[in-house]
């Protein structure tokens, strides 16, 4: 699935901004790299609202990827940084060679809103196929989503959000010149891309911004943060960092460098809730009134097709990561002490229902309880967002349930968060780590799952005999066969119903 560059005539379009000049792959794909849809967001301009992008003269160099948002990662040695620069709303398109009134996909990378970069994803599968893909970069972190009570910007607390409005919004403007369909347009995100899709579709600033939304591993009515509780971690936050006067507390922070707001509370934690998680869209906002379940429930959700799913082991990355990979997997002590603390007065039926000795190791048996319960990403409350969803416009439901090749004593990862992507996207990373390639199967399978996602993305409808969902029964997708999966049996749903949410 890998394309390279090539020296061919460098293509040309004009956006409302400016001209720009791109480059084109062997494959004859036209690739436009760092475009800046919104202003930078920084000196005044930090915790704002985005502003329109400033208009340049004359042809403006496309070839090279924008900056990635402030986010932690790691030096050549291992030792962790601060990677990224404050100025980086930028987005890429690519796009066939001849298109006209092509369906248009914006991909919204995951990374729980505290990493990731739109630049490593690599399309070119998907734009064969008579797309025009864009990828985008939001802001992430403490600088994306904080909300003091000192805020008066009516976008504290989602401005990543807002972020991917205006990415969208640039789309709706300037798509056409590089031969898309602004009104076939698919917001399309995986993991916390995912909930910012689940976000979009519950926010009033988002309505007519899209016409399909694809959700891959972002149950769409798990919770986001209420106001009340990010104002609190605000102004802790705040306090931490030297300005604990909330009248001055903005022009204080605003005052410190982006390496000193980026990285924060972040840990390795084993979470249960997205909630549980540092940073997050904040509801009870003029962004995002309601949580998300609400607005499915009280029909002020946008209504539009959706494609939703995730994988069969979603949470074995997590549990896989934080203990078996750093060489301390989890003991049969340890479990029952893991799942009194997350489930308190329920643990005990939790631990009838998932006795640690049912599993091969107790590991997989703690990450078979978060799956299952999805309260972060997983099974059972994806078919609370179908069942709402589907009231207003066709769900279509899934399960990818092709698992990872297993290396010898590595975790058994399965089919764990994430492992769907290379699926989809080739990377654009140099890094020496790169997933296993896929089988001949595998390879097949990926091509099932590009054409109907290019259907959906172009009609709505992912395929002639996937009907819209019914209650329960999704469509597993393996490389030996795609065929219907009862959810809430394989994961034990009315277990985790009769606990309540």
Request: contains cysteine.
């Given at each position: 699935?890998?394309?390279?560059?090539?020296?061919?005539?460098?293509?040309?379009?004009?956006?409302?901004?400016?001209?720009?000049?791109?480059?084109?792959?062997?494959?004859g794909?036209?690739?436009?790299?760092g475009?800046?849809?919104?202003?930078?967001?920084?000196?005044?301009?930090?915790?704002?609202?985005?502003?329109?992008?400033?208009?340049?003269?004359?042809?403006?160099?496309?070839?090279?990827?924008?900056?990635?948002?402030?986010?932690?990662?790691?030096?050549?040695?291992?030792?962790?940084?601060?990677?990224?620069?404050?100025?980086?709303?930028?987005?890429?398109?690519?796009?066939?060679?001849?298109?006209?009134?092509?369906?248009?996909?914006?991909?919204?990378?995951?990374g729980?809103?505290?990493?990731?970069?739109?630049?490593?994803?690599?399309?070119?599968?998907?734009?064969?196929?008579?797309?025009?893909?864009?990828?985008?970069?939001?802001?992430?972190?403490?600088?994306?989503?904080?909300?003091?009570?000192?805020?008066?910007?009516?976008?504290?607390?989602?401005?990543?959000?807002?972020?991917?409005?205006?990415?969208?919004?640039?789309?709706?403007?300037?798509?056409?010149?590089?031969?898309?369909?602004?009104?076939?347009?698919?917001?399309?995100?995986?993991?916390?891309?995912?909930?910012?899709?689940?976000?979009?579709?519950?926010?009033?600033?988002?309505?007519?911004?899209?016409?399909?939304?694809?959700?891959?591993?972002?149950?769409c009515?798990?919770?986001?943060?209420?106001?009340?509780?990010?104002?609190?971690?605000?102004?802790?936050?705040?306090?931490?960092?030297?300005?604990?006067?909330?009248?001055?507390?903005?022009?204080?922070?605003?005052?410190?460098?982006f390496?000193?707001?980026?990285?924060?509370?972040?840990?390795?934690k084993?979470?249960?809730?997205?909630?549980?998680?540092?940073?997050?869209?904040?509801?009870?906002?003029p962004?995002?009134?309601?949580?998300?379940?609400?607005?499915?429930?009280?029909?002020?959700?946008?209504?539009?097709?959706?494609?939703?799913?995730?994988?069969?082991d979603e949470m074995?990355?997590?549990?896989?990561?934080?203990?078996?990979?750093?060489?301390?997997?989890?003991t049969?002590?340890?479990?029952?002490?893991?799942?009194?603390?997350?489930?308190?007065?329920?643990?005990?039926?939790?631990?009838?229902?998932?006795?640690?000795?049912?599993?091969?190791?107790?590991?997989?048996?703690?990450?078979?309880?978060?799956?299952?319960?999805?309260?972060?990403?997983?099974?059972?409350?994806?078919?609370?967002?179908?069942?709402?969803?589907?009231?207003?416009?066709?769900?279509?439901?899934?399960?990818?349930?092709?698992?990872?090749?297993?290396?010898?004593g590595?975790?058994?990862?399965?089919?764990?968060?994430?492992?769907?992507?290379?699926?989809?996207?080739?990377?654009?990373?140099?890094?020496?780590?790169?997933?296993?390639?896929?089988?001949?199967?595998?390879?097949?399978?990926?091509?099932?799952?590009?054409?109907?996602?290019?259907?959906?993305?172009?009609?709505?409808?992912?395929?002639?005999?996937?009907?819209?969902?019914?209650?329960?029964?999704?469509?597993?997708?393996?490389?030996?066969?795609?065929?219907?999966?009862?959810l809430?049996?394989?994961?034990?749903?009315?277990?985790?119903?009769?606990?309540?949410?």
């Amino acid at each position: 699935m890998q394309s390279s560059t090539a020296a061919a005539a460098a293509p040309e379009v004009r956006t409302d901004a400016g001209d720009l000049r791109g480059r084109t792959t062997d494959a004859g794909i036209r690739v436009f790299e760092g475009i800046p849809y919104a202003a930078p967001p920084i000196g005044t301009l930090r915790w704002s609202s985005p502003r329109p992008a400033r208009p340049w003269s004359g042809v403006r160099e496309a070839t090279t990827p924008g900056s990635i948002c402030p986010q932690l990662g790691r030096s050549d040695s291992g030792q962790p940084m601060v990677a990224g620069e404050e100025d980086c709303l930028s987005l890429n398109v690519w796009a066939p060679a001849q298109a006209s009134k092509a369906p248009v996909l914006l991909f919204l990378h995951g990374g729980g809103f505290t990493g990731g970069v739109g630049s490593l994803y690599d399309p070119s599968e998907l734009v064969a196929r008579g797309n025009i893909v864009v990828t985008a970069n939001y802001r992430l972190g403490a600088l994306g989503f904080l909300k003091h009570a000192a805020m008066r910007d009516s976008a504290a607390g989602n401005f990543g959000i807002l972020d991917q409005q205006e990415a969208l919004r640039w789309i709706k403007r300037n798509v056409a010149a590089f031969g898309g369909d602004a009104n076939r347009v698919t917001l399309w995100g995986e993991s916390g891309g995912a909930f910012s899709v689940c976000a979009q579709l519950a926010s009033p600033s988002a309505r007519g911004l899209f016409a399909r939304a694809i959700v891959q591993s972002g149950p769409c009515v798990n919770d986001m943060l209420p106001a009340k509780k990010a104002e609190r971690r605000a102004s802790s936050t705040a306090a931490e960092l030297g300005c604990p006067d909330p009248r001055t507390a903005i022009d204080c922070l605003r005052a410190k460098p982006f390496e000193q707001l980026t990285g924060l509370a972040e840990d390795d934690k084993l979470d249960r809730r997205t909630t549980d998680r540092p940073w997050l869209p904040t509801v009870g906002t003029p962004v995002l009134p309601l949580q998300l379940s609400a607005a499915q429930r009280l029909g002020t959700a946008t209504a539009v097709p959706v494609l939703q799913g995730g994988t069969k082991d979603e949470m074995r990355s997590f549990v896989g990561s934080g203990f078996d990979d750093a060489g301390r997997p989890v003991t049969a002590a340890q479990y029952l002490q893991i799942i009194q603390d997350l489930y308190g007065r329920d643990s005990s039926r939790v631990l009838a229902k998932y006795p640690a000795a049912k599993y091969p190791t107790p590991s997989l048996a703690l990450a078979q309880v978060l799956t299952d319960e999805g309260r972060l990403v997983g099974a059972c409350t994806q078919l609370v967002a179908n069942g709402l969803m589907a009231r207003r416009a066709p769900v279509y439901a899934f399960e990818f349930a092709e698992p990872r090749a297993i290396q010898p004593g590595q975790f058994p990862y399965g089919a764990h968060h994430g492992v769907e992507i290379p699926y989809f996207f080739d990377s654009t990373s140099t890094s020496p780590w790169q997933p296993p390639p896929l089988t001949p199967d595998q390879q097949a399978l990926a091509v099932r799952l590009l054409d109907q996602w290019s259907a959906f993305a172009a009609t709505g409808r992912p395929a002639a005999n996937w009907a819209p969902y019914r209650r329960d029964v999704v469509r597993s997708f393996t490389a030996a066969a795609t065929e219907p999966v009862n959810l809430r049996q394989e994961h034990q749903c009315d277990f985790w119903d009769s606990l309540g949410r």
